[in-house]
């Protein structure tokens, strides 16, 4: 059974080569280009800066899946909602383990003042992402229509949401 936690700055190679493979291969993300490890070392060290979680699943030493969250505006009023990003290795589909990260990625959030979590999921075809956000109580609120064109077409984005602890329920200050 896999293990999660926090990442660790050795565990960048394999977080690089998981991205890569998604970047190269499928829609959730609208990269074109596979970043490089620096860039994926300089993405982790700002989240981390910003008090925000990243975390990892590990199984048997080996890295297998990442999750993170990340602003979801740069501007102040944001401060309480974030975006999440998770990412597995392609041998983990069908086992699960994409809601157990999902799920503590949340938990992480929560705990770091996170009021809102903001799933932008690329392609309204990523019935696997879209599950697994559901799953765990994320709401359906839109999809933007061709908004990104990767792969010789047009891909939409699926927006979801999911509250964390008091949500917009009373003042987070």
């Given at each position: 059974m896999p293990i999660i936690r926090p990442s660790q700055p050795s565990d960048l190679p394999m977080i690089t080569a998981i991205y890569q493979h998604h970047v190269l291969n499928g829609t959730g993300t609208f990269e074109i280009e596979p970043p490089s490890l620096e860039e994926m070392t300089a993405r982790r060290s700002d989240v981390l800066s910003k008090g925000l979680p990243y975390i990892t699943l590990e199984e048997n030493g080996e890295v297998l899946g990442f999750a993170y969250c990340n602003w979801f505006?740069?501007?102040?009023?944001?401060?309480?909602?974030?975006?999440?990003?998770?990412y597995l290795a392609p041998k983990t589909a069908g086992k699960g383990w994409g809601r157990m990260l999902l799920a503590e990625l949340?938990?992480?959030a929560e705990k770091a003042?996170?009021?809102?979590?903001?799933?932008?999921?690329?392609?309204?075809?990523?019935?696997?992402?879209?599950?697994v956000h559901k799953s765990i109580g994320f709401q359906h609120?839109?999809?933007?229509?061709?908004?990104?064109?990767?792969?010789?077409?047009?891909?939409?984005?699926v927006m979801m949401e999911k509250a964390l602890g008091d949500g917009q329920n009373r003042s987070p200050e």
């Open positions: 505006k740069p501007r102040p009023a944001y401060r309480f909602s974030a975006e999440d990003s998770i949340c938990r992480a003042g996170i009021r809102k979590l903001i799933a932008v999921i690329g392609d309204s075809g990523n019935a696997g992402s879209i599950g609120v839109g999809i933007v229509s061709g908004c990104g064109w990767k792969f010789n077409r047009w891909l939409d984005i």
